[in-house]
């Protein structure tokens, strides 16, 4: 991505986002890729970044482990293993054993479940393998703690064994003359101690001319002499030649090591690489949860949708001081290129651009941003900034000039892919002559289809947005009743510089405030009060929104309140209507039973019995009861007195009788062969052939 001019990103504050991500970071991989970060223009490798971090960020937030060891600096030691004749140390092959161990264990994370749940955190070991060969033949030559095993070699055991057996010979021989001369008197009162890696013997002074064996020195105070015994002289030497010996055995494994090793110094770089690569992606994630960032919705288009989006580091300050952060909500499209925001001073026009610059610049390095997820963003492919003075006295230019020369690089420069950012357009000049050139270069910039922020409090300018297509307006709302900026951006309509009512907060004279409106154009000041009144109308207009918003929402609760209470109601009176139904269902069953018990008497008494006249009379009793005929019929007669029948298919709402218990009730609802039937308070389920529609005969008119 190109950016103008050099120091754009410290103008947009770049530098101190990675500040915060470098302390993040543990490994000087990771650092020095903050160090060196790149805004990518390619779509593939920027998704496949913003993915990994926001994978990495799941994986933090679910509380899930990671395997996050990390190994020190080893590209010293990577590059003296690919070099022939090296030798790398017991603690330097230490911290490769340690960045196997790392590599391994993230391997060993990464099993089949989890490469399909962190697709993108996978291709960082993609085309690579861990190679167990490495870290066993590590371990058969070096301890835990770097030292050459006993076991490294044939040579090495053997010098040590001998050197175990002299060091015991010169340690109980020592030992004997030092009890010796201790029981003479001789010794000072700390009686040993090394000189040149050999033990001596502290003699007072006095004394040294009666010991034999070899002067290592004396103490400041020359009241003690340090003396190798001549008992201890030849062991010594022969304890020196056994651990130069062992010296150079080392030395001739660790060298050999080294050399079987090499092969594998471009796979221990790429471990080296993986390691980096996971602690800096760790670190954006641990940035992005620190900013509530998220991943938005990224196109390879020229476009900006931005839904709640934060400055991210007003957003960490405020946190801190627990104070409340606005948000911009802003969309740039092929209709909407060029933004003019207004307003007054210390307003937040400036902040605003910083915003929507810092964000871009974040999401093209690879980091998540504090927007809502469903907001969308593109990648542009150049980056231009103008903010502030920049006259410069090295090259005796004004501030105007040097506000034209950086002008006149947007204009030949700028295409669609272009994102541009200008504070106070057209300032430094006079207002009228200054507002023309403005207006002009913003003309050329449309035209180059680019897309960008101006602040601007000329007039000219507010009225061009008005009227040029691709270019809209912006204000910065002010709370004109309390004289405070709100330092929240209204898109759709420009904003008054609140120059008088500033005046008033501030405290200025009112016959100056006065005599200041005299002097102002009729037209302007007319129309700066417009612009007045309808930002305060706008902001009274949101005030009602969002109060209905919240009725809406009230509404939309008691609503679902209301559901739950009917569906509870419905559900206890079918529960109500299965009970009564069971009730209805056990009655019917004793019913058969004891029709069924007096059934089989009855065929008992038709074999006894010889009148068999009187016993058919009992079971025509038991099966035709005369009451139930009765009240049956009186049931039909009386509802063909009150109802006619009609010849139409059931419909919802009908009044039906039911052919087997004749009972009227009304249809609520038809549910394929069946249709549900409110019979007085309970609904009831009955055949659809089961029933005929009826309807109430007209009553006559003497009838009461």
């Known amino acids: 991505m190109k950016v103008y001019p050099d120091n754009a990103f410290i103008q947009l504050e770049f530098d101190k986002v990675k500040t915060l991500l470098e302390e993040h970071c543990v490994t000087s991989f990771a650092k020095n890729r903050v160090a060196h970060m790149r805004l990518h223009t390619k779509l593939d490798h920027l998704l496949m970044e913003l993915r990994q971090v926001h994978e990495y960020k799941l994986i933090i937030e679910q509380a899930l482990y990671f395997p996050s060891d990390q190994a020190g600096d080893l590209k010293k030691e990577i590059r003296l293993l690919g070099i022939s004749g090296s030798m790398l140390t017991g603690e330097q092959w230490i911290q490769v054993r340690r960045l196997l161990l790392a590599t391994e264990n993230i391997f060993r994370w990464l099993n089949n479940q989890r490469r399909e749940a962190f697709p993108n955190m996978t291709l960082v070991v993609k085309d690579t393998y861990y190679e167990k060969a490495v870290a066993a033949m590590i371990d058969e030559v070096i301890d835990e703690t770097g030292q050459v095993k006993d076991s490294a070699s044939v040579d090495l055991a053997r010098i040590r064994h001998s050197l175990y057996k002299k060091r015991q010979e010169l340690r109980r021989t020592f030992e004997k003359v030092v009890a010796r001369l201790n029981k003479a008197g001789y010794t000072a009162d700390i009686s040993e101690s090394f000189s040149n890696g050999r033990r001596v013997i502290a003699i007072l002074s006095e004394y040294k001319r009666q010991i034999k064996g070899v002067f290592h020195g004396e103490s400041d105070s020359r009241r003690t002499t340090f003396m190798e015994p001549e ?17 150079k055995e080392i030395q001739k494994i660790l060298r050999s090591l080294t050399a079987s090793l090499s092969v594998y110094a471009p796979l221990l770089e790429t471990y080296y690489r993986i390691i980096g690569l996971y602690d800096f992606i760790r670190a954006k994630a641990l940035l992005a949860i620190d900013m509530q960032a998220s991943l938005p919705v990224v196109t390879d288009k020229t476009q900006m949708r931005l839904i709640h989006g934060y400055h991210p580091l007003l957003l960490l300050y405020n946190k801190k001081s627990q104070k409340k952060t606005i948000p911009v909500d802003l969309t740039f499209d092929d209709k909407n290129r060029i933004l003019i925001i207004s307003g007054p001073n210390a307003g937040g026009k400036t902040v605003t651009m910083k915003t929507v610059g810092l964000l871009q610049i974040m999401l093209q390095a690879g980091l998540l941003v504090p927007v809502h997820p469903d907001s969308q963003m593109g990648i542009f492919k150049q980056l231009f900034i103008h903010m502030g003075d920049t006259q410069s006295i090295e090259f005796e230019l004004s501030t105007y000039s040097s506000h034209l020369l950086h002008m006149k690089h947007f204009i030949e420069n700028a295409n669609g892919r272009t994102l541009f ?15 023309a050139f403005a207006e002009v ?14 602040t601007t409090h000329y007039l000219n300018l507010k009225v061009m947005a008005g009227k040029t297509a691709g270019i809209f307006n912006g204000a910065m709302a002010f709370d004109e009743s309390r004289l405070q900026p709100l330092y929240q951006l209204l898109v759709g309509k420009p904003g008054s510089s609140y120059t008088f009512s500033i005046a008033e907060r501030i405290g200025l004279p009112q016959a100056l405030i006065a005599r200041a409106r005299t002097l102002v154009d009729e037209n302007q000041f007319k129309l700066d009060q417009l612009l007045n009144s309808t930002e305060q109308g706008l902001q009274e207009l949101d005030k009602e929104k969002r109060k209905l918003h919240k009725l809406i929402r009230e509404n939309d609760k008691l609503k679902a309140e209301m559901e739950r209470v009917l569906d509870k109601e419905t559900h206890r009176q079918q529960v109500e209507l299965l009970k009564h139904q069971n009730k209805l269902s056990e009655e019917k069953l004793q019913y058969l039973k004891d029709t069924e018990r007096k059934l089989r008497q009855l065929m008992i008494s038709w074999r006894k019995a010889e009148q068999k006249d009187a016993v058919i009379k009992e079971f025509a009793a038991i099966l035709f009861p005369k009451n139930e005929k009765v009240v049956t019929g009186k049931m039909a007669r009386k509802l063909k007195s009150t109802y006619d029948e009609l010849d139409a298919p059931i419909e919802v709402g009908m009044q039906v009788k039911s052919k087997r218990n004749h009972q009227v009730g009304e249809v609520i609802e038809i549910r394929g062969k069946r249709a549900v039937v409110k019979i007085g308070v309970l609904p009831m389920q009955v055949e659809l052939s089961d029933l005929v529609a009826v309807k109430e005969k007209p009553k006559d008119p003497g009838e009461k």
């Not at 008992?231 to 010296?247: G, K």
């Not at 270069?441 to 101006?454: D, F, Y």
């Open 231 to 247: 008992e201890t002289t030849e062991l010594n030497n022969q304890v020196y030649e056994l651990e130069n010996e062992e010296l």
């Open 441 to 454: 270069i913003l003309e050329q910039l449309a035209k180059k289809h680019a897309m960008g922020i101006v």
């Open 421 to 435: 950012f200008i504070d106070e357009l057209g300032g430094g000049s006079d207002p009228n002559l200054g507002g």
